[in-house]
């Protein structure tokens, strides 16, 4: 079994910080893609980023280019969503996931979920 464990969410202030945290049981944490998403009441799941196995490459939504920074520790099986410059646009329950096969950019290519965290921002 294969847990996944967000945490870091909470409510900040139109351009504030937070650091969001990704904590994985998997033994295998360094084979797999680590994905970003969120999903804001009564709207989609989107992708927000991800990050590849060895942390040398990671992609970004347009909404959130320039302001957000994925990064991984593979040794601690964690990943990090580090937030900047944050809109009220930006509030949305936050996911990370595994990836397992598919597209990157839509939920359906991810294995494993994490529980989400509630990022609220206010203006």
């Known amino acids: 079994q294969v847990q996944v464990v967000e945490s870091g969410g909470g409510l900040v202030q139109a351009g504030g910080s937070l650091r969001l945290s990704c904590a994985a049981s998997?033994?295998?944490?360094?084979?797999?893609?680590m994905g970003w998403f969120r999903q804001a009441p009564e709207k989609e799941r989107e992708f927000v980023g991800a990050i590849t196995i060895s942390g040398d490459s990671t992609y970004y939504a347009d909404s959130v280019k320039g302001r957000f920074t994925i990064s991984r520790d593979n040794a601690k099986k964690t990943g990090y969503l580090q937030m900047n410059s944050l809109k009220p646009e930006d509030t949305a329950v936050y996911y990370c996931?595994?990836?397992?096969?598919?597209?990157?950019?839509?939920?359906?290519?991810?294995?494993?979920w994490g529980q989400g965290t509630q990022v609220t921002v206010s203006s």
């Open positions: 996931a595994l990836h397992f096969s598919g597209s990157i950019y839509y939920p359906m290519g991810y294995k494993y």
């Open positions: 998997e033994r295998a944490f360094s084979n797999y893609l």
